[in-house]
């Protein structure tokens, strides 16, 4: 059985810069598909929309940011918070 040290025995998945390798691939064909949405037809939602998953598919440490913002959102604003008070004794 052979193992290899890097990257984790070549079981990692591929990343490229910030994004997963399909990732990039999804945000080069939108931005493709953006430019000539927004040169032909003057339509500027899907650069925005490109814009946007490009920026929520950010890849930190196995995270993205869009996980961020529901973790966040979660905690902050649907999750019940409980507090306990105690005198001071």
């Known amino acids: 059985m052979t193992v290899y040290i890097y990257p984790q025995n070549l ?5 490229l810069w910030l994004w997963r390798l ?5 945000i080069c064909v939108g931005l493709l598909v953006s430019v000539l949405a927004l040169t032909q037809l003057r339509l500027l939602l899907p650069l925005a ?9 950010i890849r930190v440490e196995e995270a993205t940011v869009l996980d961020y913002l529901r973790y966040a959102g979660r905690f902050l604003l649907f999750s019940q918070q409980e507090y306990h008070w105690r005198c001071g004794v």
């Not at 079981?11 to 990343?15: D, G, V």
């Open 11 to 15: 079981k990692a998945t591929a990343n």
């Open 22 to 26: 399909r990732d990039f691939a999804i």
């Open 49 to 57: 929309l490109t814009a946007a998953y490009a920026f929520l598919s």
